[in-house]
Nanobody
Framework: QVQLVESGGGLVQPGGSLRLSCAAS????????MGWYRQAPGKQRELVAA???????NYKDSVKGRFTISRDNAKKMVYLQMNSLKPEDTAVYYC???????WGQGTQVTVST
């Protein structure tokens, strides 16, 4: 039983930046391997960034050098800083425990002129 609330999405021009936030109301949050996922129209949901309990990070190749995932265990928050955004980054973004099965509503990111 988890509660995940994403925020921070919006409309941004190519090359712009956004910072997404995720409030994760789960027990033993500091031990959880957390990730940000996205789903674009007509495509499957994909993992774009992950951070484990030791704050080790992994990124999808297409976002390396542009996105940064971080966590604040005291606040049970996960963040995704997105820079140099491209139109192909347009998607609904979700946070979750890696391998989690329940999903929140996500937050829409639209990169367009």
């Amino acid at each position: 039983q988890v509660q995940l609330v994403e925020s921070g999405g919006g409309l941004v021009q190519p090359g712009g930046s956004l910072r997404l936030s995720c409030a994760a109301s789960i027990s033993l949050f500091s031990f959880a391997h957390m990730g940000w996922y996205r789903q674009a129209p007509g495509k499957q949901r994909e993992l774009v960034a992950a951070i484990d309990s030791d704050s080790r990070t992994n990124y999808k190749d297409s976002v390396k050098g542009r996105f940064t995932i971080s966590r604040d265990n005291a606040k049970k928050m996960v963040y995704l800083q997105m820079n140099s955004l491209k139109p192909e980054d347009t998607a609904v973004y979700y946070c979750n425990v890696v391998s989690g099965r329940s999903w929140g509503q996500g937050t829409q990111v639209t990169v367009s002129t």
